[in-house]
């Protein structure tokens, strides 16, 4: 799984991605044409929504996520942007909400 790591990549999605939001996080989507065909992946939880313990754990539930809903996606980059709600929800709901999320954004 590629990451993206040059906060030149990651100002540039946020300017210009689309953005898709689910009650636990939201995504930011934008066609990957520079990076070759495979797509790239960030998993972004901010410093405001929680401490250190907090931040990990849930870019460890959105990089399961990613996994389990196929990603990273061909000729996509999306970044993975944690909502404070994340860890509060099961599993299985974060994931289902992910998924219709994906779905409407036809990337799956």
Not at 9 to 31: A, C, N
Not at 32 to 59: E, L, T, Y
Not at 64 to 78: H, Q, S, T, Y
Request: with cysteine; glycine share 8%; net charge positive.
């Amino acid at each position: 799984m590629e990451t993206i790591k040059s906060r030149g990549d990651i100002s540039d999605l946020f300017s210009r991605g689309k953005r898709f939001h689910t009650p636990y996080l939201t995504f930011i989507v934008l066609p990957a044409k520079q990076h070759g065909p495979d797509g790239r992946v960030a998993f972004i939880a901010g410093k405001k929504s929680g401490n250190a313990v907090w931040r990990n754990s849930a870019k460890r539930r959105m990089r399961e996520i990613c996994r389990a809903l196929g990603g990273p996606w061909p000729d996509r980059d999306v970044i993975f942007l944690a909502k404070s709600g994340i860890l509060l929800s099961s599993y299985s709901k974060v994931l289902r909400a992910c998924d219709e999320t994906l779905k409407r954004a036809e990337i799956r």
